[in-house]
């Protein structure tokens, strides 16, 4: 089994809305910490904000219109790629292992999050003792 991240912090959203949005509305806060996100991260009001509490934000440079990556952004784009690999590999193992994103029964908000912590917890038993 390949080593899986484990996260620090996880935060539910229903899916319909923008990852950016979830962060922002969250008001994280992680001090002194770094993040790895993806595209959507690319915000000034959000590095602002993380800039405050002394976090790094790194996130894949975004190609300008017109324009091409110059060789030190591509560099710095296939970089956070493979920070973000293990991340995403978590990601598709949740999904894999517990079928979490199947949620068409659910009918109400209590029972939503019945299924997502009953889901978490059965992949985190999974993590713990089938090392």
């Not at 899916?15 to 002194?32: F, K, N, Q, W, Y």
């Not at 894999?96 to 068409?104: L, S, V, Y």
């Amino acid at each position: 089994m390949q080593n899986i991240p484990l996260p620090a912090q996880i935060w539910l959203r229903e899916g319909s809305c923008h990852d950016l949005a979830s962060v922002r509305e969250a008001e994280i806060t992680l001090p002194h910490s770094t993040l790895i996100g993806d595209k959507a991260f690319c915000d000034p009001i959000l590095e602002a904000m993380l800039n405050r509490q002394q976090t790094t934000l790194h996130t894949p440079r975004k190609k300008p219109k017109g324009a091409e990556l110059n060789a030190g952004e591509k560099y710095y784009n296939r970089l956070i790629s493979r920070l973000r690999q293990p991340i995403e590999s978590f990601f598709k193992w949740l999904i894999d292992k517990t079928d979490i994103q199947r949620a068409g029964r659910v009918r109400s908000t209590d029972a939503l999050m019945v299924h997502c912590f009953g889901k978490l917890t059965f992949a985190f038993y999974l993590l713990v003792f089938n090392s």
